[in-house]
């Protein structure tokens, strides 16, 4: 009891001590906009009362104004702002950091006040500006509380205000009835000074400074545009802040980097970082809206199918025409009935027709669709050619089980290196092995797709997921100004567009298979057109091809989940994997027996990929990097040059040094002799200046877009080499069908129109994201698609039109002996 006395009388001499020490607190009834001009010194306190009406249905915006106005002060002046729900305090000078610790201070702060919702219909609210300061000599300050003018923003109203880092601004909108998105788009005629946009919900404090804005909300930096999707489910409220913020340094917006402070704690002078700004708020699409996409979408490449199946049944009455024409030629009663299948004929017992004396075997007239235009030019043939069975099964024959070509290994060098070569000197191997050769190229992608989309699919779900958590959208380079948000998915039109390469791809795997069934079950009856004639018949590249389609669309999607530097490769790996394909196959029409391997091929293109990741993350203004690839592309160009030239028929060991110094000696010194494969030449000729041009591009210009300039290499190589075999086959005297050459001005016009979308730029991660939506347009299609979804349509069906090229310009050959059918 004792010692509780003594405590109570020492605890009454401190209160007693303070009291005689206290400062002077000065309290004074103040009236909104009227500037206060007063002084605080440290044995001093200024409280400002502050009262007005708050409505439960009207938000009335209070903004606090304060200009330091003495020269120099050895402590800041600290004002606190006490609400009824809230407490907001600042210093004044403000200090705001930037990079590497620089400090900006700033003399004039503007704030506005959280305004914490009422639950009644109206009552008066009180709030107290405290100014303190902890210097001894006398602080001059200017003070003004005033009401803020259009603080709630209204639907598809513009308004303007001036922000600076010191004094930010945030506005309040409240979702109407009937409207459940809104897109927020703020604007500025200047690139500089950096801002930030945020959406934040109702709630106090409220974050607008540089240096806490990113803490809640959803944000994104700002040089002359922003947009934000935003959806009601996102703000219980119904209702939400637009707040904007000037950032103290425009390195985040690309902006340059101020100079380093030459002491650590030296305080920079920001200048003028003043911002003129307009604020929009307007509908998003709606429901209505997503499904006419949707269906718009769909209605596009289901159309294909229909085409498809028309063409196939137009094609299969033509053939019922023919085949009705061939039996009622005018022929012997037993030749009739062998005709119809009555009686089991050879193929040899028939008369010759009166109008070339050809022959024509009984089942090639009943086959429906096998032999399109023709089995009715072939001269006779003996019997053991066409005796062997097709019923083994391919799984039984192996390619490493026995030479393929040990009938004629002792002259298959002399046979490559003749000066004029037909298809059947490059397809003498058995068709079975090739069959089953090239039949790895389509389950070895296949492969491959798992590997790489699923752990694909997993990266992009866990970057939409941070782009959800955080609200930082400068993590995804999207088109903001039409990204039409769907369940977790920011931007769903970008990511439905893609569904075209899925279903054409799927479509082609269609046609393929038709023509793969129709094509085995003519070699099952031994037909001779199957055997003999035309650009022989594999079908594994096709298939790989079409497999690489729907693959592009599904990592194209994936990529436009988060479209960003770190992923733009799941965009084009599948690309470069369609294009090394696509050659590949143009190869393998003249030189089935020499194409390379699929392990080969497939090793080539992953070297590629290789090289594009190790050019986006490393490539950008390394000279280094450019020199080493430029050597590389310039050496693999003339490896495969000389693969090319000689037919694989050469051999790069420590003799070649010796032997290309030979061929020079003897072929330009002793005597001047022209190449002796004039054609390959010119094509290889043209294919090293192309290649070695882009190669001093890449080194002189170095582009920051290393993967795009990789794909420019693919696809430039490929129409070169396009190019060349169409002219080659015209040259030779061949013929291109109705049908390829309306699927080639078909494809030409569609690409035509699929680039120059592409080249609209909407947006581009070689730049920082700010500068990237720059770029950013309106939806030009259904209010729902932007120039890039077009870009999408357009590529996926040109893509689906080069495969169909690919695989009928050389229909017109299926009537013609292998050995008359040239090889360039």
């Given at each position: 009891?004792?010692?509780?006395?003594?405590?109570?009388?020492?605890?009454?001499?401190?209160?007693?001590?303070?009291?005689?020490?206290?400062?002077?607190?000065?309290?004074?009834d103040?009236?909104?906009?009227?500037?206060?001009?007063?002084?605080?010194?440290?044995?001093?306190?200024?409280?400002?009362?502050?009262?007005?009406?708050?409505?439960?249905?009207?938000?009335?915006?209070?903004?606090?104004?304060?200009?330091?106005?003495?020269?120099?002060?050895?402590?800041?002046?600290?004002?606190?702002?006490?609400?009824?729900?809230?407490?907001?305090?600042?210093?004044?000078?403000?200090?705001?950091?930037?990079?590497?610790?620089?400090?900006?201070?700033?003399?004039q702060?503007?704030?506005?006040?959280?305004?914490p919702?009422?639950?009644?219909?109206?009552?008066?609210?009180?709030?107290?500006?405290?100014?303190?300061?902890?210097?001894?000599?006398?602080?001059?300050?200017?003070?003004?509380?005033?009401?803020?003018?259009?603080?709630?923003?209204q639907?598809?109203?513009?308004?303007?205000?001036?922000?600076?880092p010191?004094?930010?601004?945030?506005?309040?909108?409240?979702?109407?009835d009937g409207v459940?998105?809104?897109?927020?788009?703020v604007?500025?005629?200047?690139?500089?000074?950096?801002?930030?946009?945020?959406?934040?919900?109702?709630?106090?404090?409220?974050?607008?400074?540089?240096?806490?804005?990113?803490?809640?909300?959803?944000?994104?930096?700002?040089?002359?545009?922003?947009?934000?999707?935003?959806?009601?489910?996102?703000?219980?409220s119904?209702?939400?802040?637009?707040?904007?913020?000037?950032?103290?340094?425009?390195?985040?917006?690309?902006?340059?980097?101020?100079?380093?402070?030459?002491?650590?704690?030296?305080?920079?002078?920001?200048?003028?970082?003043?911002?003129?700004?307009?604020?929009?708020?307007?509908p998003?699409?709606?429901?209505?809206?997503?499904?006419?996409?949707?269906?718009?979408?769909?209605?596009?490449?289901?159309?294909?199918?229909?085409?498809?199946?028309?063409?196939?049944?137009?094609?299969?009455?033509?053939?019922?025409r023919?085949?009705?024409?061939?039996?009622?030629v005018?022929?012997?009663?037993?030749?009739?009935?062998?005709?119809?299948?009555?009686?089991?004929?050879?193929?040899?017992?028939?008369?010759?027709?009166?109008?070339?004396?050809?022959t024509?075997?009984?089942?090639?007239?009943?086959?429906?669709?096998?032999?399109?235009?023709?089995?009715?030019?072939y001269?006779?043939?003996?019997?053991?050619?066409?005796?062997?069975?097709?019923?083994?099964?391919?799984?039984?024959?192996?390619?490493?089980?026995?030479?393929?070509?040990?009938?004629?290994?002792?002259?298959?060098?002399?046979?490559?290196?003749?000066?004029?070569?037909?298809?059947?000197?490059?397809?003498?191997?058995?068709?079975?092995?090739?069959?089953?050769?090239?039949?790895?190229?389509?389950?070895?992608?296949?492969?491959?797709?798992?590997?790489?989309?699923?752990?694909?699919?997993?990266?992009?779900?866990?970057?939409?997921?941070?782009?959800?958590?955080?609200?930082?959208?400068?993590?995804?380079?999207?088109?903001?100004?039409?990204?039409?948000?769907?369940?977790?998915?920011?931007?769903?039109?970008?990511?439905?567009?893609?569904?075209?390469?899925?279903?054409?791809?799927?479509?082609?795997?269609?046609?393929?298979?038709?023509?793969?069934?129709?094509?085995?079950?003519a070699?099952?009856?031994?037909?001779?057109?199957a055997?003999?004639?035309?650009?022989?018949?594999?079908?594994?590249?096709?298939?790989?091809?079409?497999?690489?389609?729907?693959?592009?669309?599904?990592?194209s999607?994936?990529?436009?989940?988060?479209?960003?530097?770190?992923?733009?490769?799941?965009?084009?790996?599948?690309?470069?994997?369609?294009?090394?394909?696509?050659?590949?196959?143009?190869?393998?029409?003249?030189?089935?027996?020499?194409?390379?391997?699929?392990?080969?091929?497939?090793?080539?293109?992953?070297?590629?990929?290789?090289?594009?990741?190790?050019?986006?993350v490393?490539?950008?203004?390394?000279?280094?990097?450019?020199?080493?690839?430029?050597?590389?592309?310039?050496?693999?160009?003339?490896?495969?040059?000389?693969?090319?030239?000689?037919?694989?028929?050469?051999?790069?060991?420590?003799g070649?040094?010796?032997?290309?110094?030979?061929?020079?000696?003897?072929?330009?010194?002793?005597?001047?002799?022209?190449?002796?494969?004039?054609?390959?030449?010119?094509?290889?000729?043209?294919?090293?200046?192309?290649?070695?041009?882009?190669?001093?591009?890449?080194?002189?210009?170095?582009?920051?877009?290393?993967?795009?300039?990789?794909?420019?290499?693919a696809?430039?190589?490929?129409?070169?080499?396009?190019?060349?075999?169409?002219?080659?086959?015209?040259?030779?005297?061949?013929?291109?069908?109705?049908?390829?050459?309306?699927?080639?001005?078909?494809?030409?016009?569609?690409?035509?129109?699929?680039?120059?979308?592409?080249?609209?730029?909407?947006?581009?991660?070689?730049?920082?994201?700010?500068?990237?939506?720059?770029?950013?347009?309106?939806?030009?299609?259904?209010?729902?698609?932007?120039?890039?979804?077009?870009?999408?349509?357009?590529?996926?069906?040109?893509?689906?039109?080069?495969?169909?090229?690919?695989?009928?310009?050389?229909?017109?050959?299926?009537?013609?002996?292998r050995?008359?059918i040239?090889?360039?």
């Open positions: 009891m004792l010692g509780f006395c003594r405590g109570s009388v020492r605890l009454c001499l401190v209160l007693m001590l303070a009291s005689c020490d206290a400062n002077v607190v000065i309290q004074r103040a009236q909104f906009d009227v500037t206060y001009d007063d002084t605080v010194t440290s044995d001093n306190q200024t409280i400002y009362s502050y009262n007005h009406t708050v409505s439960r249905n009207k938000t009335e915006g209070v903004r606090v104004s304060v200009e330091l106005l003495s020269e120099s002060t050895q402590s800041p002046v600290l004002f606190v702002v006490r609400q009824k729900q809230a407490v907001l305090s600042f210093q004044v000078p403000l200090i705001l950091r930037g990079l590497y610790q620089r400090k900006y201070q700033y003399t702060v503007g704030r506005t006040l959280c305004q919702p009422t639950k009644a219909v109206s009552e008066t609210q009180f709030f107290y500006v405290d100014v303190s300061t902890l210097s001894s000599a006398g602080v001059h300050y200017q003070l003004r509380v005033s009401r803020v003018d259009s603080f709630t923003l639907t598809d109203k513009k308004f303007s205000f001036n922000a600076t010191s004094q930010p601004q945030f506005f309040k909108y409240v979702f109407p459940d998105t809104v897109i927020v788009k604007n500025s005629q200047k690139n500089f000074p950096c801002s930030v946009m945020s959406i934040q919900d109702i709630q106090c404090p409220v974050y607008d400074l540089d240096n806490n804005v990113a803490f809640i909300g959803m944000y994104q930096t700002m040089t002359t545009t922003a947009a934000i999707t935003v959806q009601r489910k996102d703000f219980p119904n209702s939400f802040y637009v707040v904007v913020v000037v950032k103290t340094e425009d390195e985040a917006c690309g902006g340059p980097l101020r100079f380093y402070p030459l002491l650590p704690d030296e305080l920079l002078d920001a200048g003028n970082r003043s911002k003129t700004l307009d604020v929009i708020v307007s998003a699409i709606n429901s209505e809206v997503y499904v006419m996409g949707m269906l718009f979408c769909l209605g596009i490449f289901l159309s294909f199918y229909l085409l498809t199946f028309l063409v196939a049944c137009l094609e299969n009455k033509r053939m019922n023919k085949r009705e024409g061939l039996l009622n005018d022929t012997s009663p037993a030749e009739t009935a062998s005709l119809l299948g009555k009686a089991p004929v050879s193929p040899y017992e028939y008369g010759s027709f009166a109008d070339n004396g050809s024509l075997s009984s089942e090639a007239v009943t086959d429906s669709l096998a032999s399109a235009d023709g089995n009715y030019g001269m006779e043939r003996s019997l053991e050619s066409v005796s062997r069975s097709r019923q083994e099964s391919l799984s039984s024959v192996e390619e490493d089980d026995y030479d393929t070509l040990a009938d004629i290994d002792s002259d298959k060098n002399i046979v490559r290196t003749k000066k004029f070569l037909c298809v059947s000197d490059l397809a003498r191997k058995d068709k079975r092995i090739l069959s089953k050769k090239y039949q790895i190229y389509f389950w070895n992608i296949a492969t491959i797709a798992v590997f790489y989309a699923l752990p694909v699919i997993q990266l992009v779900i866990t970057y939409q997921t941070v782009v959800n958590v955080t609200g930082n959208q400068d993590i995804c380079y999207y088109n903001f100004l039409c990204a039409h948000p769907l369940g977790a998915l920011s931007s769903f039109n970008n990511i439905l567009s893609n569904l075209g390469y899925v279903l054409l791809g799927l479509l082609f795997l269609l046609i393929v298979l038709q023509r793969d069934i129709l094509h085995n079950r070699l099952e009856r031994n037909d001779s057109a055997l003999e004639c035309g650009i022989p018949k594999h079908f594994g590249l096709y298939y790989a091809m079409g497999t690489a389609l729907m693959m592009e669309g599904l990592l999607a994936c990529y436009h989940v988060c479209p960003n530097y770190t992923n733009f490769q799941f965009d084009t790996s599948f690309m470069y994997m369609i294009a090394g394909l696509c050659m590949l196959k143009l190869y393998q029409k003249r030189h089935p027996d020499i194409n390379a391997s699929a392990y080969s091929a497939y090793a080539c293109l992953a070297a590629v990929i290789f090289f594009s990741v190790l050019g986006v490393f490539g950008k203004g390394n000279t280094a990097f450019w020199i080493i690839f430029s050597v590389i592309h310039i050496l693999a160009t003339m490896l495969l040059s000389t693969q090319l030239y000689y037919m694989g028929r050469w051999r790069l060991d420590s070649i040094l010796r032997r290309m110094l030979y061929v020079i000696y003897t072929d330009c010194i002793r005597q001047c002799s022209g190449p002796m494969y004039i054609d390959r030449m010119v094509l290889l000729v043209m294919g090293n200046i192309v290649n070695w041009s882009l190669a001093a591009y890449g080194l002189i210009k170095r582009p920051n877009d290393f993967a795009s300039y990789l794909l420019a290499i696809i430039c190589n490929l129409l070169l080499y396009f190019a060349f075999y169409i002219i080659m086959k015209l040259r030779s005297g061949e013929r291109i069908q109705c049908l390829a050459l309306v699927c080639i001005l078909f494809t030409a016009v569609v690409w035509g129109f699929a680039l120059f979308f592409f080249f609209q730029g909407l947006s581009t991660w070689q730049k920082t994201p700010a500068e990237s939506r720059e770029h950013n347009r309106e939806c030009i299609l259904l209010s729902f698609f932007d120039d890039h979804d077009i870009w999408h349509f357009l590529s996926s069906i040109a893509m689906f039109g080069s495969f169909l090229v690919l695989l009928t310009m050389d229909d017109d050959l299926d009537t013609v002996q050995d008359k040239y090889v360039f």
